[in-house]
């Protein structure tokens, strides 16, 4: 049997348990049912399905290669044993004559050989003897358990089985070893036993024997005993009490009195010591001197009265240890200085503090300081702003505080530090040139609140070096930490072109900028821990954080909101202010070349909310500046994050498509984009996307464009329109996109009445141009919780190579017809099939004549139109859904999401008469558009024909897209095999297919049971 070989192997396998449980056993053996196997628990043989199920891996032609034993409930310490055990029948004979089943004769080979393997196995647990060995006594080893009761099995000196039973031996073996197997049994008359004898007379009476000497039921006191070395009494007397008499005396001394006889009631006092220490119980004020005897016994005390004499009255202080003794009697409360220490300057040791910069401090070994002086090595520059005269009231302006804590960071850079309070600033802050971290104390414990038109932390890095890495030059670092920024500007503030390298004014809460120096190594922003917001609910930042030629930022555990109040016009719209929660970009200039792109850029674990664009990529930073082709954000990764009531999660229009984005584990609820615009490679894996209730017309959860999106155009529409490339855009066909895992939900209403009609786009890949400029697309395994009539996925006419496999969906038609899938592009997409349908025709079922109407009993000759009723057996999506009037169809679901299927029938036409002609029977399918009519020629891309018959609904006229013909021969039975398939079929909603019966053989013919039609999808959702 194919790939089910027997080889030499052991049919039974072991496994030793310990403490873990344990649930699965691989089976290494094949075996052909899951009877076969015993599987043992130590010895308890166990039950398959009530202990135990099994998986098999089957062979071709029947049996399973091997398997794997799966416990019900997991096992620990034991000795699991499987082991392979066929029942030994043969049920079933091969015919006497006529061809022979090979599949079936291999099987049943395979069977014995499998049989005689566990056979093998079970003769090797028994007692045997090599082929070359002969002993006429075998036999005796296999008798009946009567027959070997009371028999010892044994071997004789040349190996040869005797058998010794009631003392005697059997066998061959001339002579027996008594060391080995004794003859006979003798019981000794000594050790207390009486009656010995041999054991081979036949049963045998022990008793106790008596013994001399000793008087039978007898009481003795205090006994004198002897036993001899078996343990048997052997002489026994009364004694006396005590040490051999009838009364003992306790001795006095060693602290007891009250000496007498033990014989009778018995008083023990202490005795009294010397009257040196009698002194009824006293306590003594002042011991001086206490003696103990041998046995721990006080037998001597000295005291004195009064405040004893010290013996000294001194305390001496060693010099080095920086103590000095002013007063050295303990009688008079001796004083402890610390002692002055020379090497300090005099200010110190005068009290007065003196600061020192970047100390060098000299201790000795009790820690005590012994010389310092300022250091010239630059440490850790950390400014307190309240140290220059801030306070955080919430009231008092401190920009002048702020600037001068500014001011005073060290050159190398160093800690801005907020402590906790809310420090209010009407001024824009400005640090350059060097590496800084402005930190808080935490989120709304430490607020700076910014209430000027412009306002925020401006870092300019331009230009700056540091060394900090094995010699190579570094660009500065920044960080800001654990604080909230707040402003009060209503309407977000003004943004200016950048014009020759000049920055606008912004009302941005961080603006990065200037980071990047050609040949250096790229620096790096950490932001964490901070929440950006607006102090009143008009009040929001024009961009939270701002990145502008910054290789390499990190940007985490932040809250970002753009706007908390709803907006009047248009009703139940949720408004947006903030233009960019983390904006992206480069410039082009005199000190940034081109070359000058931002390269990695990591979001995680942070919040957005009424932004106009959650994160907003830009490959300039304004429309003023000059198109570079390497100035285009590199990478963005985006990683358990949150983008909700935001019109686009995060929207690129980088004109030249550098960007590589990620984005996973992610929630997006945005009303016109999830993840929108112009990127180069895109994997988006395991999001939530919902489009909101309040979205803009042509909102998609993700739009990837092969074009660039103008700045602006993005904001005003949903940007479902083609939009043209800029002048310069970059080359297409360097594309690719992932979409897989994730979850698609439509709440947009087309209700609302300021709304307009919705009907977004879940998915959409591509523009509507000719060249393609995607080369590969998968987008696999998502789910769409969809309503309306935009497409769920739609695959544009720029994409080329693209594979749609394993999605699934789900649609609300109360606000319309769905589309659901749509592909423009001029390849079809590589796809596994994984929607089908298959019926089939039961025994006794009707058949019926599309032209007359009725139930035939059989197929008449001639005939080309007979229908049958068929049964569903398998049914992905609602194929053979269909009423019982209908007979037999496959029905193409009305929701746009099937384009391609092919469709199938197999049957077998037998003769009902016999009539000496022999001719043909054939079956076709027929597709019929969604009105009854039915397709013809090339109007379907099949293979269908007839149309200048011209067939119709009723099936008066030949045609279909698949068609097979079989001949029937002459005599009753005599059958006809037939397969119709079909090619690829172009379907639209509400298709659907049916079968046709035709017969010229010249006899009536039946349809045999068991036939099957079926469909399964080519391309679709």
């Not at 398959?48 to 290669?65: E, S």
């Not at 006191?221 to 005396?249: C, D, E, H, P």
């Not at 070096?465 to 604080?483: K, L, P, R, Y």
Request: hydrophobic content about 35%; some cysteine.
């Amino acid at each position: 049997m194919a790939n089910l070989n027997i080889t030499e192997l052991d049919t039974r396998i072991g496994y030793t348990v310990g403490n873990t449980p344990q649930t699965t056993f691989a089976v290494n053996f094949p075996f052909f049912k899951e009877q076969d196997l015993d599987v043992y628990v130590d010895t308890t043989l166990k039950g398959l399905t009530t202990d135990y199920t099994i998986i098999t891996v089957p062979a071709d032609d029947g049996g399973f290669i091997s398997g794997t034993v799966v416990f019900n409930t997991g096992v620990s310490n034991c000795k699991i044993t499987i082991a392979r055990n066929i029942e030994q029948s043969r049920l079933t004979d091969f015919p006497p004559s006529g061809g022979f089943n090979i599949r079936e004769l291999n099987r049943q080979l395979d069977q014995l050989t499998a049989i005689t393997q566990d056979l093998d196995r079970k003769v090797d647990n028994k007692i045997g003897f090599g082929p070359t060995e002969f002993d006429a006594n075998v036999r005796n080893i296999t008798d009946t358990a009567t027959q070997r009761a009371n028999k010892y099995l044994a071997f004789d000196s040349t190996g040869k089985i005797i058998t010794t039973k009631e003392g005697t031996t059997t066998g061959v073996a001339t002579t027996v070893d008594n060391t080995k197997v004794s003859k006979d049994f003798r019981i000794e008359t000594s050790g207390g036993l009486d009656g010995g004898q041999d054991m081979q007379g036949g049963s045998l009476n022990l008793s106790i024997k008596d013994q001399a000497g000793i008087t039978p039921d007898l009481e003795y006191t205090n006994a004198n005993v002897t036993v001899n070395r078996k343990g048997i009494v052997t002489k026994i007397s009364s004694g006396t009490a005590g040490s051999g008499g009838s009364s003992g005396t306790v001795n006095v001394g060693q602290g007891l009195s009250g000496s007498q006889g033990a014989n009778g009631a018995l008083t023990i006092e202490l005795s009294q010591i010397s009257e040196t220490i009698a002194n009824n119980g006293n306590a003594y004020a002042y011991p001086q001197a206490v003696k103990l005897n041998k046995f721990g016994q006080v037998i001597d005390i000295t005291s004195t009265t009064g405040t004893p004499a010290l013996t000294t009255n001194t305390v001496t202080a060693a010099p080095n240890g920086g103590l000095e003794v002013t007063n050295p009697q303990l009688g008079s409360n001796p004083v402890i200085n610390i002692k002055e220490q020379t090497g300090l300057p005099a200010a110190v040791t005068g009290g007065t503090p003196t600061q020192y910069t970047n100390a060098s401090v000299t201790v000795n070994k009790h820690g005590i300081i012994e010389a310092i002086a300022s250091g010239s090595a630059s440490g850790l520059g950390w400014v307190n702003v309240v140290d220059h005269g801030a306070v955080g009231n919430g009231s008092r302006d401190n920009v002048t505080e702020i600037a001068a804590a500014i001011a005073a960071l060290p050159n190398a850079g160093g800690v801005l530090y907020f402590p906790d309070g809310d420090f209010v600033t009407s001024g824009q802050h400005t640090i350059s040139g060097k590496p800084v971290w402005i930190k808080g104390a935490g989120m709304d414990i430490t607020r700076v609140r910014f209430t000027g038109q412009y306002g925020g932390f401006i870092i300019d890095l331009s230009g700056g070096v540091s060394t900090h890495i094995a010699g190579i030059a570094d660009g500065f670092e920044s960080t800001v930490s654990d604080m909230t920024i707040q402003t009060t500007r209503a309407g977000g503030g003004e943004a200016g072109p950048i014009t020759n390298n000049v920055y606008p004014s912004e009302n941005n809460a961080l603006d990065f900028r200037g980071e990047f120096t050609a040949g250096i190594v790229d620096p790096s922003i950490h932001v964490d821990r901070v929440h950006f917001q607006g102090q009143t609910p008009q009040a929001y930042w024009h961009r939270c954080i701002k990145l502008i030629d910054c290789p390499a930022a990190k940007v985490e555990n932040c809250l970002i909101s753009g706007d908390n109040w709803p907006s009047a016009t248009p009703t139940n719209r949720q408004r947006v202010g903030t233009q960019s929660g983390i904006y992206i970009g480069a410039s082009v200039g005199v000190n940034n070349p081109p070359g000058t792109r931002p390269t990695e850029y990591h979001v995680t674990n942070c919040n957005f909310f009424f932004c106009k664009n959650g994160i907003e990529l830009s490959g300039r930073s304004n429309a003023g500046e000059t198109a570079d082709s390497s100035a285009d954000p590199e990478g963005l990764y985006v990683v358990n994050c949150g983008l909700t009531a935001c019109e686009f999660g995060i929207n690129s229009h980088a004109e030249y498509s550098i960007t590589g984005v990620q984005v996973m584990n992610c929630h997006f609820a945005c009303s016109k984009g999830g993840v929108h615009g112009w990127f180069d490679q895109a994997f988006v894996n395991n999001n939530l996307m919902y489009i909101r209730e309040e979205s803009y017309t042509g909102a998609s959860c993700i739009h990837f464009d092969s074009q660039a999106v103008a700045l602006g155009q993005a904001e005003n529409t949903g940007n479902i329109t083609d939009t043209p490339a800029h002048v310069g855009a970059g080359p297409g066909l360097h594309r690719s996109f992932i979409v897989s895992n994730n979850i698609f939900v439509n709440n947009s209403n087309t209700a609302a009445p300021d709304l307009g009609s919705s009907n977004p786009v879940g998915v959409m890949i591509g523009e509507g141009q000719s060249s393609p400029t995607i080369e590969g697309v998968i987008v696999a395994n998502n789910h769409w919780q969809w309503k309306g009539t935009g497409p769920a996925l739609w695959i544009r006419q720029s994409c080329l190579d693209h594979a749609i496999t394993g999605n699934t969906y789900s649609h609300n038609t109360s606000q319309g017809a769905p589309g659901l899938y749509k592909n423009d592009s001029s390849r079809n997409p590589k796809q596994a099939v994984t929607r089908r349908a298959m019926m089939y025709y039961p025994a006794g079922a009707q058949l019926y004549d599309h032209n007359a109407g009725n139930n035939p009993s059989t197929i008449p000759n001639p005939t080309i139109h007979i229908g049958a009723r068929f049964t569903t057996a398998y049914d992905t999506d609602g194929f053979a859904a269909q009423p019982t009037t209908t007979w037999g169809r496959l029905y193409i679901p009305a929701n746009g999401t099937i384009k391609w299927v092919r469709v199938g029938l197999s049957c077998v036409l037998s003769s009902v008469t016999s009539n000496p002609v022999i001719g043909p029977a054939n079956c076709r399918i027929i597709h019929f558009n969604s009105s009854g009519v039915a397709y013809q020629a090339n109007t379907d891309y099949a293979s269908s024909w007839g149309s200048s018959l011209g067939y119709s609904s009723s099936g008066a006229s030949f045609g279909g897209c698949a068609m097979a013909t079989g001949t029937i021969n002459i005599g009753p039975h005599h059958a006809g095999g037939m397969n119709a398939i079909s090619d690829l079929v172009r379907v639209y909603d509400g298709d659907y297919f049916e079968v046709r019966f035709g017969n010229t053989s010249g006899n009536e013919v039946t349809l045999e049971a068991g036939a099957q039609f079926w469909i399964e999808v080519v391309e679709g959702l």
